[in-house]
Structures are given as C-alpha cells and as structure tokens.
C-alpha cells in the first residue's frame, strides 16, 4: 500500500455508521483506536449523512465506548444544513420538516421555525414515522406555496445491527416524484460538510483525509472537494465492489484500527 498521500494529511474526517459502528456496536476497540489517534497528533472530525442525532448524542454515544469528543468536531448533514439554508434564507426561515424529531429540535434551537404549513422550505430527510400525509403536505408546500426542496442526504439504505434498511434517501424521492422537483442536497457528495470543517478548522483540502464505508458518498464527496480519501472494508464496500471503482480512493483499509496503523508507520 503506498501510504505518501497521508503525509501532508493534519485531520481525518471520519464517517460513523460503518466506520466507528454497526448501529450500536463499535467496530473495533474505538477506546484504543482514539487513544491511537491521539497519539499520531491527528485532529479528528466527523462527517456522517446521519442527520437523525444531534451532535451532543454522538458526543453520548462516543461516551459509551470510552471516547471523550466535543460537539464542535461534529459536521453531520443537520449541521451542515443549518450552515447552508442560512446561507440561502436570510431572517428565521419557515421549514417543513420531514425528517426525526432530533432533526426539527437542531433546527428549531439554530433560528428555524418549524411549521406543519406554510413554509419557505421543505427539507425531507430519513424519517421512521413516514407516510401518505407527510409526502402530500410537502408536495402541497413545493408545487402549491412555492416552497423550496432541500434534503439532508440520499442514502439509499443504512446499516443497523439486523442489517441493511431503507434511509433518507426513500423520503427524498418520494417528494421529488411526485413533485418533479429535485432538491438541493446538503451531505455527500456534496462538500457542504467537508467545506464547513475546512474552514472552521483552518484546513486546506489536502490536509483533510475523509474516511468512508461507502464509495459514493463518502470518497465521492472527498474526490469533489480535492481531499485525500480512504475506503474502509468495515461497512458498506466489499473487497469486490472496491476492486472495480474508478477513480480509486487513494488508501483501501479493513477498517480504521488498520487506518490509523498506517499513520504511526509514516
Ligand atoms: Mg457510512
């Protein structure tokens, strides 16, 4: 493995599902796999399409594998899309969220306001109470009320402890096939995320190594924003599917334990 792209590299921007966990089991010993990152001096941030949690509930989960981390190093696609709909809505915007409750408690806290009609915006995103009323009150708010589409990710599936289910991408083209509309997407591939962490952390993008299970939104998104990227085995992407991608992502690792080894051996 020729491992002369980390040289220059000052911070992972690590996936969750998949990477540190399975649902709610770690991949690893993520107490030890920290304590090893630490000590290669690397800054840790973290990227996931998961906009079901609020920072401080990744910061309770870490806890829970023996892992200090501060909501700051946290750029999920909620917070990204806080980053971006302010960009786009000046004032307190008007959201209809279908999306979890932790999703409409990050964006009530950040000067939304989250209403059931009426809205500037919808952003649609995994939502485990979907059904026929929510699809039809977005679809009322885009085609009717003029609002625009956004989503946090479209993640065809996500990974849970029994296996693969269906994730926020399945909400995002139930509105965008009734609608016709397409949205404006906040997670990878897009670079919202990895962006806002570059510059909150002074970072330039070949300093950033952004790590993934799956290929076509992690590495993907790090292949956007001109970082370097590493494919962990430990998820999504198999030996096989990995073998055939192009471009390919600059290091493919079992998982992070391997990863960071590489780093300790620069
Ligand atoms: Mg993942």
Known sequence: ????????????????DGVLWTDKKEIGNLHQIFQSI???????LFGSNNATRTPEEYCEKLASFGVTVKPEQFFTSGIATVFQLHKDFPGRPRVYVFGSPSLKKLLSENNFEVVDENADLVLASL?????????????????????????????????????WRPGGGVMVRCVETCTGVKPFVIGKPNTVMIQMACETYELQPEEILAVG???????????????????????????????ILSPQPDLICRDLTELVNYFHEL
């Open 1 to 16: 493995m020729d491992t002369s792209a980390l040289k220059k590299v000052k911070a992972l921007f690590l996936d969750m």
């Open 38 to 44: 630490r000590e290669t001096g690397l800054t840790v």
């Open 127 to 163: 939502d485990r109470d979907i059904n026929y009323d929510k699809i039809s009150r977005a679809m009322i708010e885009i085609c009717e009320h003029g609002a625009k589409f956004y989503a946090t990710n479209t993640d065809s599936t996500f990974v849970t402890e029994n296996g």
């Open 213 to 243: 299970d799956r290929y076509e939104t992690d590495i993907a998104g790090g292949l956007n924003f001109g970082a370097k990227t590493a494919l962990v085995l430990s998820g999504y992407e198999t030996a096989e599917t990995a073998a």
